[in-house]
T-cell receptor, first 108, second 113 residues
Framework: KNEVEQSPQNLTAQEGEFITINCSYSVGISALHWLQQHPGGGIVSLFMLSSGKKKHGRLIATINIQEKHSSLHITASHPRDSAVYICAVSYNTDKLIFGTGTRLQVFP | GAGVSQSPSNKVTEKGKDVELRCDPISGHTALYWYRQSLGQGLEFLIYFQGNSAPDKSGLPSDRFSAERTGGSVSTLTIQRTQQEDSAVYLC???????????FGQGTRLTVV
């Protein structure tokens, strides 16, 4: 069982839809990261959070420490949001443990 | 430079040859990480540097893999006697300090034929 579980694995949406991607982890963490990987492989860090909620443009990330769960929301989705979204956690060690990713396709 | 730079971007090598992959982190970043993404697989941790020392090299898959970092800056990941299962995208990331936001390079796509 992966320490970091993401759902769904694949997600398709129409432009404008509200999107939610979920991430669950098994033990206490020091931080949780949401990453975006476009075709071609480049990875961009979207959020790093250890509690509460963060917002950047149309993206919102929340984390519930007690439930060991985080969500990434995309409001008013757009085809350029199409990418793989990866949840990763760090414990007291420094390395990231990655989820398997959620492949999002947004159609016009 | 403005971001994390990796070279080469693509490398094709024959089985049994040695390869060196280079990572130039963002200037001033003390922490540097190497990760690997095999085809159709998720990302896996290889090694972490704090400055020039590697407190965690637990992810290196075999003794054919080694890495070093010099001057608290550039890092080189070396794979000796490459095997086909080493084919993957090797990603480098750096962060200002440990457990802060990580910035990723574009990766080196290694193909062992």
């Amino acid at each position: 069982k992966n320490e970091v579980e993401q759902s769904p694995q694949n997600l398709t949406a129409q432009e404008g839809e509200f999107i939610t991607i979920n991430c669950s982890y098994s033990v206490g963490i020091s931080a949780l990261h949401w990453l975006q990987q476009h075709p071609g492989g480049g990875i961009v860090s979207l959020f790093m959070l250890s509690s509460g909620k963060k917002k950047h443009g149309r993206l919102i990330a929340t984390i519930n420490i007690q439930e060991k769960h985080s969500s990434l929301h995309i409001t008013a989705s757009h085809p350029r949001d199409s990418a793989v979204y990866i949840c990763a956690v760090s414990y007291n060690t420094d390395k990231l443990i990655f989820g398997t990713g959620t492949r999002l396709q947004v159609f016009p | 430079g403005a971001g994390v730079s990796q070279s080469p971007s693509n490398k094709v090598t024959e089985k049994g040859k040695d390869v060196e992959l280079r990572c130039d982190p963002i200037s001033g970043h003390t922490a540097l990480y190497w990760y690997r993404q095999s085809l159709g697989q998720g990302l896996e941790f290889l090694i972490y540097f704090q400055g020039n020392s590697a407190p965690d090299k637990s992810g290196l898959p075999s003794d054919r893999f080694s890495a070093e970092r010099t001057g608290g800056s550039v890092s080189t990941l070396t794979i000796q006697r490459t095997q086909q299962e080493d084919s993957a995208v090797y990603l480098c990331a750096s962060s200002l300090f440990r457990n802060t936001e990580a910035f990723f390079g574009q990766g080196t796509r290694l193909t062992v034929v």
